[in-house]
Antibody, heavy 127, light 107 residues
Framework: ELQLVESGGGLVQPGGSLRLSCAAS????????MDWVRQAPGKGLEWVGR??????????EYAASVRGRFTISRDDSTNSLYLQMNSLKTEDTAVYFC??????????????????WGRGTLVTVSS | DIQMTQSPSSLSASVGDTVTITCRASQGIANYLAWFQQKPGKAPESLVY???SLQSGVPSKFSGGGSGTDFTLTISSLQPEDYATYYC?????????FGGGTKVEIK
């Protein structure tokens, strides 16, 4: 069964750190780009960042709101995705989803779209 | 950054109705647009990519269209399980951005 399961959420004080994990199963993890998307309470979806796959050198992209504070990494040997969050702010409070991105081609250009989501893990930043 | 604007932000419709949600990009994104459905307390589910291609397993009652800056998601014959919030998202350029969502409620 295709599955993404996040863990590691919890309550943390402003300025603190937290590491989220996402365990993938049921598909070839190493083929895909992987993303983190968050949703503040009662709000819409906000993309956090992406890690590309090995053929694309595991390079990363981040939203401006988290760049320099958050780091995305992956371990293809254990089918795991990570989000290291440092210098947390109250506005980082959200449910964090991991999402799989799958490739398709459009006029020979490779494009990647979200096609599988985890159930999310709640991060609360509060004193 | 590319801003994605959805309209309406909410709508009420009856079972059996057909509804259309609009998504507008602040600049051209070709057809690099996806749609998602999210029910309360649940993860989003992917419906459409490339503006009009249905994800595997998604019923044909959902249809997407548009190109450039203007896009639509149409849901035909609304059923109770279709009441949810729908989001568009562009993947033309970074940062990837979502629309604010359209909540479809029961009339």
């Amino acid at each position: 069964e295709l599955q993404l399961v996040e863990s590691g959420g919890g309550l943390v004080q402003p300025g603190g750190s937290l590491r989220l994990s996402c365990a993938a199963s049921g598909f070839t993890f190493s083929d895909h780009y992987m993303d983190w998307v968050r949703q503040a309470p009662g709000k819409g979806l906000e993309w956090v960042g992406r890690t590309r796959n090995k053929p694309n050198s595991y390079t990363t992209e981040y939203a401006a709101s988290v760049r320099g504070r958050f780091t995305i990494s992956r371990d293809d040997s254990t089918n795991s995705l990570y989000l290291q969050m440092n210098s947390l702010k109250t506005e980082d409070t959200a449910v964090y989803f991991c999402a799989r991105s799958t490739r398709y081609y459009d006029n020979s250009a490779a494009l990647w779209f979200f096609d599988l989501w985890g159930r999310g893990t709640l991060v609360t930043v509060s004193s | 950054d590319i801003q994605m604007t959805q309209s309406p932000s909410s709508l009420s419709a009856s079972v059996g109705d057909t509804v259309t949600i609009t998504c507008r990009a602040s600049q051209g994104i070709a057809n690099y647009l996806a749609w998602f459905q999210q029910k309360p307390g649940k993860a989003p589910e992917s419906l459409v990519y490339a503006a009009s291609s249905l994800q595997s397993g998604v019923p044909s009652k959902f249809s997407g269209g548009g190109s450039g800056t203007d896009f639509t998601l149409t849901i035909s014959s609304l059923q109770p399980e279709d009441y949810a919030t729908y989001y568009c998202q562009q993947y033309n350029s970074y940062p990837l951005t979502f629309g604010g969502g359209t909540k479809v409620e029961i009339k």
